[in-house]
């Protein structure tokens, strides 16, 4: 019998089986093929287990336990190098419950997946004939696996024997398992899983070679507009302060350094804006991590790996949110810096926690594995408490210190410039609604790539594609919310703030809008649990991508705003 210990070992260090060791068949999860998430423990079907003796099922990870993994033991006795004829493990005394439990999951396209030595394995429960009146289920299970040394590196399952369902039967159920030698190396014994032909399309490939022709169009666009109208700008200006008092008053001022006096006061709700920049700038913080622990340590090997790295980083990188979110409140001049950095700690958490709570209710009565154990959500409170919370702490007391003094170039006017009538086109709202197509149609189809191997069956290995993509979306954010900025403020808008965060951030509106399309078109989801799985954590995706997006486009618009005003010789 292993302990949890024992298995929490393994898991780190890769077993190395001698002859005749016991070899455990982990059942972990069934459900219908076309709703991945919407999955129940293997026994909740009235499948019977093998005589040996039980293991308790068991988390490894916190991600394992979020992602809805029961490892149940199989009670199949396999033995390393050891092939067993077909023998019968079990009988099912089918009843017309259990037929109809069988009917409703073979009509449903159930399948089945289990574990031998962290290697998946599928099979389906059963199928019915062409006219879908006689239903059948595979009775006999024929593995086959693959060893190299004395490592499994390979393992495959065939499914036979398909008996009719008819009621009050008995149905032998049966395994076979044949032993060969590999030459597959056990580092890449993974490989087989993976699907190059779809991840490394010409598709793939051109739209990061389009995506990244636009970057470079757009940073020479922005920097042959900007440089010659802020060089024209510059010569103006210069040219006015050679001028005398009166023909100054003269003169026909306009442009963005009349509201030099403007452009640096606080902005509206800067407790809220801070806490979104500064859980902005830790998201793209936990993202480039994740990305590159992904490349380098090829985390889609191990179960739950992914969401364990993603939670253990988000924390870890708690002080990133404090810094620059307590900062920028206390540049703005904001008094309450201990609300704004429980609001900034938890506004990601809470978002996330409150869209699984609410999932979690539809899981516990569908009775899926997907329903959250009480103890994993207690974890989960406890790393916001003990550990998110702690060193955002930590994070705002540093910004306050080091980077909290409002050192703007300019003075802020006692009394706020009114805003003049602009054309319609030069109205925030609109700006906003704008600003996020270009970024959009830079990450669009690596988007596909990441929904399909999230809601469908395909392992996503390819993170160095998926850094180039994260890095062209941020400097087309930049970009754009640059321009955008500097129309505002050729428009005497001084309103910059918001606007270049949320005409960033609106990228996560297109994002989610093109959520629906892949849902309608190109999946087949059906059901309240699948729906509401998919709805709720993409707006989850979308709404944490556009505040990562928001911040990097506000960083950047600041550094720009910082600079032309810096070289300005303002009275």
């Given at each position: ?200 399309h010409r598709i793939h490939w051109f739209s990061i070679f389009n995506s990244f022709m636009m970057v470079i169009f757009l940073v ?328 990562m997006c928001g911040a990097v486009g506000y960083m950047g618009t600041s550094a720009f705003v910082r600079k032309i005003y810096t ?5």
């Amino acid at each position: 019998n292993l302990t949890h210990l024992q298995l929490w070992f393994l898991a780190l260090f890769p077993l190395q089986y001698t002859d005749k060791e016991e070899v455990v068949l982990w059942m972990n999860t069934v459900g219908p093929y076309h709703n991945r998430q919407e999955t129940y423990k293997y026994f909740s079907l009235p499948f019977c287990a093998g005589s040996k003796k039980t293991i308790s099922h068991y988390h490894e990870t916190l991600g394992e336990a979020l992602q809805g993994v029961e490892l149940e033991f199989s009670g199949l006795d396999i033995k390393f190098k050891d092939e067993v004829m077909q023998t019968t493990y079990c009988e099912i005394d089918l009843d017309k419950a259990k037929r109809d439990a069988f009917v409703y999951a073979i009509k449903n396209h159930y399948w089945y997946q289990m574990y031998i030595d962290d290697l998946p394995i599928w099979g389906i429960v059963g199928e019915a004939d062409e006219n879908g009146e006689d239903h059948y289920l595979w009775t006999y299970k024929k593995l086959e696996i693959g060893f190299n040394g004395n490592r499994i590196v390979d393992v495959n399952l065939t499914s036979e024997g398909k008996v009719r369902l008819v009621p009050n039967t008995r149905i032998a159920m049966s395994y076979s398992v044949k032993w060969k030698k590999s030459d597959v190396k056990f580092e890449d014994r993974f490989d087989k899983y993976l699907d190059p032909s779809f991840f490394q399309h010409r598709i793939h490939w051109f739209s990061i070679f389009n995506s990244f022709m636009m970057v470079i169009f757009l940073v020479g666009l922005v920097s042959m507009i900007l440089m010659r109208t802020l060089r024209k700008d510059y010569a103006r200006y210069s040219k006015e302060e050679e001028m005398d008092d009166m023909d100054r008053d003269l003169g026909d001022e306009y442009g963005w350094k009349q509201v030099h006096g403007d452009v640096f006061r606080p902005s509206s709700h800067p407790l809220i804006f801070s806490s979104l920049i500064g859980s902005g700038c830790q998201i793209f913080s936990v993202s480039f991590i994740v990305i590159i622990v992904a490349m380098v340590e090829d985390l889609y090997t191990e179960r739950g790996s992914m969401l364990s790295t993603a939670i253990f980083v988000y924390a870890a990188t708690s002080p990133v949110n404090g810094y620059f979110g307590g900062s920028l409140y206390a540049k703005q001049g904001g008094r309450r810096w201990i609300k704004q950095m429980f609001i900034g700690a938890f506004l990601i958490p809470a978002m996330v926690c409150g869209t699984a709570f609410f999932i979690n209710f539809i899981a516990i009565y569908y009775h899926a594995s997907r329903a959250i154990p009480f103890g994993t959500m207690v974890a989960v409170c406890c790393i916001c408490f003990f550990v998110i919370l702690p060193l955002n702490l930590v994070g705002t007391i540093l910004g306050r210190n080091l980077s909290g003094q409002p050192n703007f170039p300019c003075r802020v006017n006692a009394v706020p410039r009114p805003i003049p009538e602009k054309k319609w086109f030069m109205e925030p709202a609109v700006i906003v609604c704008l600003g996020g197509i270009l970024p959009f149609g830079s990450i669009f189809i690596e988007m596909y790539f990441i929904f399909t191997s999230f809601w469908a069956y395909k392992i996503y290995y390819v993170y160095g594609f998926m850094m180039l993509v994260l890095v062209i979306l941020c400097i087309v954010t930049v970009c754009v919310t640059i321009v955008c900025t500097y129309f505002l403020l050729n428009a005497e808008d001084y309103r910059w703030q918001w606007t270049s965060f949320l005409s960033a951030a609106s990228t996560a509106v297109y994002v989610y809008m093109y959520s629906f399309y892949y849902y309608f078109f190109k999946t087949k989801m059906y059901g309240l649990f699948q729906t509401s799985f998919y709805f709720g954590y993409m707006a989850v995706f979308s709404t944490a991508l556009g505040i990562m997006c928001g911040a990097v486009g506000y960083m950047g618009t600041s550094a720009f705003v910082r600079k032309i005003y810096t070289n300005v010789k303002i009275d």
